[in-house]
């Protein structure tokens, strides 16, 4: 009994010790790949927590330098992961302002990345009541983007269910491409928010509901970032899609 108990105690002084050892080497890399020292990232960091067998950290009043629009603000991103587990991260926001011109918040914000060191993560994501702009248009959103041989070419994946607004709610799902100028970045959080002004189109087919599938591309259009849809029946679109201010119809 007294050599379970001896066993059990030094297990536990070992694993200890590899947490405090491992979480000090995760907060350094955090810091890292955020680019805190930059002039481009400002930001402030909480000690990590979550012993015995998570590493978290907080990050907070989050603000991102963009080249060609305002800067990306986050009030507060949650940074998790698992301390045996290298390979995948979980983000949580509740609010992220100035991504594509436009201010989105939700009651629920969860962003996975999982990958390895050949290719790039991928990276799904999972809203609840989502807000653009301060109005309700989503009661749940997901989309998934992985990577493919071309690194300037990820796949992409969208399914949503629309706020009860005019129309009721609505499913619809996008299956697609995003096409980029350069190699997608994910080596820091500057890289990774280059992608944006690498970004060169996302096209696909945007299937809602009983409506055939309809074209569909985004991509800048003179200063603003636009949503093209190519429909013979608009009308039947729901309205909540209709109204944003970013959608144009063929």
């Not at 989050?62 to 995948?88: A, C, F, N």
């Amino acid at each position: 009994m007294r050599f379970i108990i001896f066993i059990t105690t030094l297990l536990a002084f070992v694993w200890s010790c590899y947490w405090f050892i491992m979480s000090n080497k995760y907060s350094d890399q955090v810091s890292l790949w955020a680019d805190i020292d930059s002039t481009d990232v400002s930001a402030n960091f909480t000690r990590v927590r979550g012993f015995p067998n998570r590493f978290d950290t907080t990050i907070t009043d989050l603000e991102i330098k963009q080249t060609s629009s305002e800067p990306i603000k986050i009030d507060r991103l949650d940074v998790m992961r698992l301390s045996y587990d290298s390979s995948h991260y979980i983000f949580a926001a509740k609010s992220i302002e100035n991504i594509f011109d436009n201010n989105f918040s939700f009651s629920k914000g969860l962003a996975s990345a999982v990958g390895n060191a050949e290719v790039a993560p991928t990276i799904s994501f999972q809203g609840e009541d989502v807000l653009i702009n301060k109005k309700l248009i989503f009661e749940e959103l997901k989309f998934k983007i992985w990577p493919m041989t071309d690194f300037t070419k990820l796949n992409f994946s969208l399914f949503a269910t629309t706020a009860d607004i005019k129309d009721g709610k609505i499913d619809l799902s996008f299956q697609g491409q995003v096409e980029l100028n350069s190699d997608f970045n994910f080596d820091s959080l500057i890289g990774f928010i280059s992608n944006i002004d690498a970004l060169k189109k996302i096209s696909g087919k945007l299937f809602i509901e009983n409506i055939k599938g309809m074209d569909t591309v985004i991509r800048q259009d003179i200063d603003s970032w636009k949503i093209f849809l190519k429909s013979d029946s608009p009308e039947k679109i729901p309205t909540v899609i209709q109204d944003l201010n970013m959608v144009v119809f063929n």
